[in-house]
C-alpha cells in the first residue's frame, strides 16, 4: 500500500552538499512525523533529523547546522538537505515515515535506503 522512493544519493568530496528527497506513495492518510536515520557499516542505525506535523524538527548533534530537514506535506515529501559533508557522514540513508494508512493504525514506514559516500 504504501512505498517509500529516496533519490538524491551518492559519492560527493569532503564539503560537498547532497539533497536527499523521500516521496511515499500510496493510500496514506496522514503523516504524524518524518525522519532520515543512517547506519554506517558496523555501526547501529542513528536518527539524523525529524521533522514532526507540527513542524518541530530535531538534529543527531553530529549534524546539527550543516543538515536540515524539511517537507512538502502536499506531495508527501520529505527533503535532507545536507551541507558541508564530512567522511564520517557516510552511510546508508533511510526515509521514515510514522503515518497512518487508510484502515490501519499509525506505523512507521521505511525506504529502502540510498548510499552516501563522502571522499575526502
Known amino acids: 500500500q504504501v512505498q517509500l522512493v529516496e533519490s538524491g544519493g551518492g559519492l560527493v568530496q569532503a564539503g560537498g552538499s547532497l539533497r536527499l528527497s523521500c516521496a511515499a506513495s500510496?493510500?496514506?492518510?496522514?503523516?504524524?512525523?518524518m525522519g532520515w536515520y543512517r547506519q554506517a557499516p558496523g555501526k547501529q542505525r542513528e536518527l539524523v533529523a525529524a521533522i514532526t506535523s507540527g513542524g518541530s524538527t530535531n538534529y543527531a548533534d553530529s549534524v546539527k547546522g550543516r543538515f536540515t530537514i524539511s517537507r512538502d506535506n502536499a506531495k508527501n515529501t520529505v527533503y535532507l538537505q545536507m551541507n558541508s559533508l564530512k567522511p564520517e557522514d557516510t552511510a546508508v540513508y533511510y526515509c521514515?515515515?510514522?503515518?497512518?494508512?487508510?484502515?490501519?493504525?499509525?506505523?512507521?514506514?521505511w525506504g529502502q535506503g540510498t548510499q552516501v559516500t563522502v571522499s575526502s
Open positions: 521514515s515515515f510514522r503515518a497512518v494508512v487508510a484502515g490501519t493504525p499509525e506505523y512507521d514506514y
Open positions: 500510496g493510500s496514506i492518510f496522514s503523516i504524524n512525523a
